[in-house]
């Protein structure tokens, strides 16, 4: 994670902590003060939630530019880095079942078979009848098998739950865009002045 992501990453959170807390509490602003100067918001409330909000959009808008430009390819590799740990080992017990005296510098690559339309390509040697000396040679044969997706569906379902649950990477990524879900929700539910429903009716 750059520089410049975690640290809006970091004011998100902040925003985030800042009016969930406000609409938990049911806080009705009427003052606030910046630098000395005082601002009333007595006979106009929603002005100042309106500013809130647009404060808390902004910081979301710059951490959602922030996050496209670096997430993406990074939660990519970290999702096929952990659903292949989990799933590499059955595509090749299901290979094994079918074949014998394998290849295994070929990968069992769960990324490479998903990328060929669920078909595992790899090599294995066979034993052949030299008609010209009479010996039985060894001989390298190219294989393609088909895996059935239904196969290895849950395993990829539990590699999906590790990579939700156990990897840092999601926490360092989405963990800011899940609590500002939280907290947009939270206030569309809860009874309370500053609530976008409010303010936009």
């Known amino acids: 994670m750059n520089d410049g992501l975690l640290r809006q990453r970091r004011n998100l959170i902040l925003a985030n902590l800042v009016m969930?807390?406000?609409?938990?509490?049911?806080?009705?602003?009427?003052?606030?003060?910046?630098?000395?100067?005082?601002?009333?918001?007595?006979?106009?409330?929603?002005?100042?939630?309106?500013?809130?909000?647009?404060?808390?959009?902004?910081?979301?808008?710059?951490?959602?530019?922030?996050f496209l430009e670096d997430a993406p390819p990074v939660l990519k590799r970290y999702w096929n880095q952990e659903l292949e740990k989990v799933v590499n080992p059955i595509i090749k017990q299901i290979v094994y079942k079918e074949h014998s005296r394998l290849n295994d510098a070929c990968l069992y690559s769960y990324v490479f078979v998903k990328e060929r339309n669920w078909v595992?390509?790899?090599?294995?040697?066979?034993?052949?009848?030299?008609?010209?000396?009479?010996?039985?040679?060894?001989?390298?044969?190219?294989?393609?098998?088909?895996i059935k997706r239904s196969s290895v569906f849950l395993y990829e379902v539990y590699g999906a739950i590790k990579f939700l649950v156990l990897t840092p990477v999601v926490t360092d990524y989405i963990f800011a865009l899940a609590f500002s879900g939280v907290v947009l929700v939270t206030s569309l539910l809860v009874t309370w002045s500053g609530s976008l429903v409010v303010l936009l009716t």
């Open 20 to 66: 969930l807390l406000i609409c938990l509490a049911n806080v009705k602003i009427e003052k606030f003060s910046i630098l000395g100067v005082t601002f009333s918001f007595v006979e106009n409330y929603k002005l100042a939630y309106q500013f809130l909000w647009a404060i808390w959009f902004y910081f979301l808008y710059r951490y959602f530019v922030y």
């Open 120 to 146: 595992y390509n790899g090599q294995k040697t066979v034993s052949k009848l030299n008609e010209s000396n009479g010996k039985t040679e060894d001989f390298t044969e190219n294989i393609s098998m088909p």
